[in-house]
């Protein structure tokens, strides 16, 4: 393959990766709207969260997301820091209402978005190292991103059985 076919393969998956990552709240809300006052605080399989849980801590994923993004960019060479998100769960009160948690995460995700629209292709190449994971990337960073919304709205389809 050439160099400007793979130069051109990169571009199509940034850019179907980029539209993933700005559908991903409203594939959440999508999910979250079947989703009955009953339904809120239950799960299909014991120990795994409840819909009420996931919307908490995918806010909490999106404004972690929203530093590691920026200081991989802004910074050379800097150390992402994992975080322990059971425990974010347990200490952060993930019982509360969500309408201030999806706010947040139609924000940040926006704000994320606008600014991947704007990066240029050196800034698409800077790389960090992740505590958990080894060499990351702005890449490596939105393959991930792009998943996650998607991810728990399977999740939430669970309970609903949609």
């Given at each position: 393959?050439?160099?400007?076919?793979?130069?051109?393969?990169?571009?199509?998956?940034?850019?179907?990766?980029?539209?993933?990552?700005?559908?991903?709240?409203?594939?959440?809300?999508?999910?979250?709207?079947?989703?009955?006052?009953?339904?809120?605080?239950?799960?299909?399989?014991?120990?795994?969260?409840?819909?009420?849980?996931?919307?908490?801590?995918?806010?909490?994923s999106e404004?972690?997301?929203?530093?590691?993004?920026?200081?991989?960019?802004?910074?050379?060479?800097?150390?992402?820091?994992?975080?322990?998100?059971?425990?974010?769960?347990?200490?952060?009160?993930?019982?509360?209402?969500?309408?201030?948690?999806?706010?947040?995460?139609?924000?940040?995700?926006?704000?994320?978005?606008?600014?991947?629209?704007?990066?240029?292709?050196?800034?698409?190449?800077?790389?960090?190292?992740?505590?958990?994971?080894?060499?990351y990337s702005?890449?490596?960073?939105?393959?991930?991103?792009?998943?996650?919304?998607?991810?728990?709205?399977?999740?939430?389809?669970?309970?609903?059985?949609?």
């Amino acid at each position: 393959m050439t160099t400007w076919g793979v130069n051109q393969l990169d571009h199509t998956i940034r850019a179907e990766l980029i539209a993933r990552y700005k559908a991903g709240p409203q594939v959440l809300a999508d999910a979250l709207a079947a989703v009955g006052p009953d339904q809120l605080d239950r799960s299909v399989i014991v120990g795994e969260w409840t819909p009420r849980q996931i919307v908490h801590h995918v806010a909490d994923s999106e404004t972690t997301s929203y530093i590691r993004l920026r200081r991989l960019v802004a910074e050379d060479q800097p150390v992402i820091t994992g975080y322990d998100e059971m425990e974010f769960a347990r200490r952060l009160h993930y019982d509360r209402p969500i309408d201030n948690s999806l706010a947040v995460i139609n924000a940040v995700r926006a704000a994320s978005a606008e600014l991947l629209d704007h990066l240029s292709e050196a800034e698409w190449q800077r790389t960090g190292l992740h505590t958990e994971s080894g060499a990351y990337s702005v890449m490596d960073w939105l393959r991930i991103y792009a998943a996650h919304c998607h991810d728990h709205a399977e999740q939430i389809h669970k309970v609903t059985g949609n």
